[in-house]
């Protein structure tokens, strides 16, 4: 087990930067996430850590030995693939025993860990079968299997689960966390999937466009967003986000689509201290209710049903507030007409105020937290 550190990490293909000097750390023994959208530079940023790429310019350590020029194959990582990359030449046993056969140890030695490593991931049934014999959830621990054997210092998963059905992907899900956290290894996994991140790591790392956004637990990224892409990445659906106009009288108050409301105290403390008169109100779905009548101590704004979404468990409202879109999650058992206006009440502690500008959450400026190199 050994902590991976980044530092001031960049990867140009010609004029693209695919990795903007990026300086981070990912914990020994941890579960860590990179999350983003297409493009952000996740995968890149994992085949860097893995020796497939070379930086451009910065520093890669594994604990305290630098491996920025060591191939792969000095590292001592384990790679599991999105298209899992099995040998179909191969049975399920010498898949496995592969990398071992590569350091020339000797056979016995293999058969025993080949064994031990197909017990850990029941697969022993399958060691005599080719890999266009399995499913996608076999092949997905058959390529966990071939990572795992050669003891690997660092587990390196590349959206590994996207290629399996809904349900398969949550079965697996759990047992990937509880294998890591039964080893004790460090893995970073790449995932463009929020809800794959959050249920699994210690740590996410959030990433757009090269540059790392928010560094954080599930719980930090999710309440307490650095930035207003976080807030518009993490959550499904998305935050919700309104134009407001900030008001300062004898205390602080914020206008958004017609309504007025006192934000919290360490969001009336900046605005009054930095003199903002404009901001964006940002608030999830999931923290919004409907009513008839506005709530006092609360961000109470009228709407106009658009559409509702009955998923079950729950209904998923959008409503027209000024023009823009906004939703709320409602019990089953709420569903308004679509043309009727309602109230769209949220708890001012539920309520995040932003720098419309520097698109930061106003919160870091009063007490930072979650926040990662620029």
Known sequence: MVEVRLENVTKRFGR?????????????????????PSGSGKSTLLYLIAGIYKPT?????????????????ERNV?????NYALYPHMKVYDNIAFPLRLRKIPESTVD???????????????????????????????????????????????????????????????????????LGITAIHVTHDQAEAMSMADVIVVIDHGRVQQVGSPDDVYNRPRNLFVAGFIGSPPANMLHGH???????????????????????????EAGLEEVIVVFR????????????????????????????????????????????????????????????????????LFDPETELN??????????CPD
């Not at 310019?57 to 194959?73: A, C, M, N, Q, Y």
């Not at 709530?295 to 000024?322: D, H, Q």
């Not at 709320?328 to 502690?349: F, M, W």
């Open 16 to 36: 693209v930067v695919a990795v903007n000097n990026v300086t981070l750390e990912f914990p020994d023994g941890r579960f860590s996430a990179l999350l983003g």
């Open 57 to 73: 310019s910065g520093r890669i350590f594994f604990g305290d030995r630098e491996v920025t020029h060591l191939p792969p194959k």
């Open 78 to 82: 384990g790679l599991v693939f999105q």
């Open 112 to 182: 025993a860990k080949v064994q031990e490593v197909a017990k850990l991931l029941r697969i022993e049934e399958l060691l005599d079968r080719y890999p266009s014999q399995l499913s996608g959830g076999q092949q997905q621990r058959v390529a966990l299997a071939r990572a795992l054997v050669k003891e690997p210092d660092v587990l390196l998963l590349d959206e590994p689960l996207s290629n399996l059905d809904a349900l398969l992907r949550l079965t697996i899900r759990a047992e990937l966390k509880k294998l890591q956290k039964k």
């Open 246 to 272: 900030v008001h300062h009288s004898t205390a602080v108050e914020v206008e958004v689509a017609g309504a007025r409301f006192q934000p919290r105290e360490e969001y009336a403390k900046v605005l009054a």
């Open 285 to 352: 779905p999931e923290h919004a209710q409907l009513s008839l009548e506005p709530s006092p101590n609360a961000l109470s704004i009228v709407g106009e049903v658009y559409v509702v979404e009955p998923l079950g468990k729950e209904n998923i409202v959008t409503m027209i507030v000024a023009g823009v879109p906004v939703k709320v999650v409602t019990p089953p058992d709420v569903r308004p007409q679509a043309g009727e206006k309602l109230y769209i009440t949220v708890p001012v502690s539920r309520v995040m």
């Open 362 to 371: 106003l919160e870091q400026l009063a007490e930072p937290r979650g926040l």
